[in-house]
């Protein structure tokens, strides 16, 4: 069974701080997604990575897989309270029809 | 609009009496698929379905059911629910369930088992 971990667990930041979160696998995944859930909302997709050292940039966001596909993090710039929510990783396997399987989650609370 | 809409939002129920949420998508989707999500634990796959009558189990499909009669329903059965399944449940959607396609998802139902 392929599982992700995901650090920190919660954090709490002062609005126009920067913060990092990862996404780590002892597993390969041909590509990793990751979601922002709001409360009562579910899982909204913000990117997918497909290509190992792929950077993708989102407004504020940048999002980085590893060279081996087996970790990914998230960078926001200079965070809003808009960014609050429940950041998920999701990596799909490496077979055809293969679950994907989400971590646990980072909960990120950003005060204004 | 494109979306997946389930229902109820919450349930509450009592222990052996069975109960259906139902799950739609209009987006002619052939994936479709049910988690649970659990505080620490993420969001954990029960059942999955890649096409009409196709269906398969997840990491966790102890306890339910599913069926996939028709390519936009998919309904998560629970013939005899128990206070463990008391949990946030989500259905989800992708056009065929290739790795990297984005997954939609629906809002959500609250369910308590008491």
């Known amino acids: 069974t392929q599982l992700l971990e995901q650090s920190p667990q919660f954090l709490s930041i002062q609005e126009g701080e920067n913060l990092t979160v990862y996404c780590n696998s002892s597993?390969?995944?041909?590509?990793l997604q990751w979601y922002r859930q709001e409360p009562g909302e579910g899982p909204v997709l913000l990117v997918t990575?497909?290509?190992?050292?792929e950077v993708k940039k989102l407004k504020r966001l940048t999002f980085q897989f590893g060279d081996a596909r087996k970790d990914s993090s998230l960078h926001i710039t200079a965070a809003q309270p808009g960014d609050t929510g429940l950041y998920l990783c999701a990596g799909a396997g490496l077979n055809y029809g293969q679950n994907f399987v989400f971590g646990p989650g980072t909960r990120l609370s950003v005060l204004p | 609009e494109a979306q997946v809409t389930q229902n109820p939002r919450y349930l509450i129920t009592v222990t052996g009496k069975k109960l259906t949420v139902t799950c739609s998508q209009n987006?002619?989707?052939?994936?479709m698929s049910w988690y649970r999500q659990d505080p620490g634990l993420g969001l954990r796959q029960i059942y999955y379905?890649?096409?009409?009558?196709?269906?398969d189990k997840g990491d966790v499909p102890e306890g339910y059911k599913v069926s996939r009669k028709e390519k936009r329903n998919f309904p998560l059965i629970l013939e005899s629910p128990s206070p463990n399944q008391t949990s946030l449940y989500f259905c989800?959607?992708?056009?065929?369930?290739?790795?990297?396609?984005?997954?939609?998802f629906g809002s959500g139902t609250q369910l308590s088992v008491l």
């Open positions: 987006m002619n989707h052939e994936y």
């Open positions: 597993s390969v995944f041909s590509s």
């Open positions: 989800a959607s992708s056009l065929s369930g290739l790795a990297g396609e984005k997954l939609f």
């Open positions: 379905s890649m096409n009409v009558e196709v269906t």
């Open positions: 990575v497909v290509t190992g050292g």
